[in-house]
């Protein structure tokens, strides 16, 4: 026997799941028909590899995190932590940029990218040595 309520969530859930793939049949003409995504995914794509095969990246995110350790916001053990994967990254991006294999190197550019917000997240953390004026 099927209750009120029963029925008011099947119903629910059916309206639900229309309105679900209205809008994703309008995502999908509008990825396709269009091509604005695309394109914009396209122009992201290209950012992330050329930045990443630049051989820059790695260096910047390497300078970046030795001011963060120098200003006292990182502790050096976290900051080794990273440092170890920063120099993964780097070693991956030589292999996959020489080898021209763009997902790869895409792929390579969002782990930078990760690897930043972690470095934003350890210095906001506000670890609380700072370092003494030594007169240098």
């Not at 990443?52 to 050096?76: F, K, P, W, Y």
């Not at 990273?82 to 390579?108: K, P």
């Not at 609380?128 to 240098?136: A, L, Q």
Request: hydrophobic share 35%; with cysteine; glycine share 12%.
């Amino acid at each position: 026997m099927i209750t009120k309520m029963t029925t008011k969530t099947v119903v629910g859930g059916l309206v639900l799941g229309a309105a679900m793939l209205a809008s994703g049949a309008a995502s999908a003409q509008d990825w396709r028909g269009n091509g604005y995504g695309y394109r914009d995914q396209r122009a992201i794509d290209a950012e992330l590899i050329g930045s990443t095969c630049s051989g820059q990246r790695g260096q910047a995110m390497e300078n970046h995190l030795n001011r963060e350790v120098r200003d006292g916001r990182i502790n050096r053990y976290k900051a080794s932590q990273i440092h170890r994967q920063i120099d993964q990254l780097q070693y991956r991006e030589q292999i996959e940029c020489r080898q021209r294999d763009w997902g790869a190197a895409r792929n390579i550019g969002k782990d930078y990218i990760s690897l930043r917000v972690w470095i934003d997240r350890e210095a906001a953390n506000g670890y609380s040595f700072r370092p003494r004026n030594r007169g240098w």
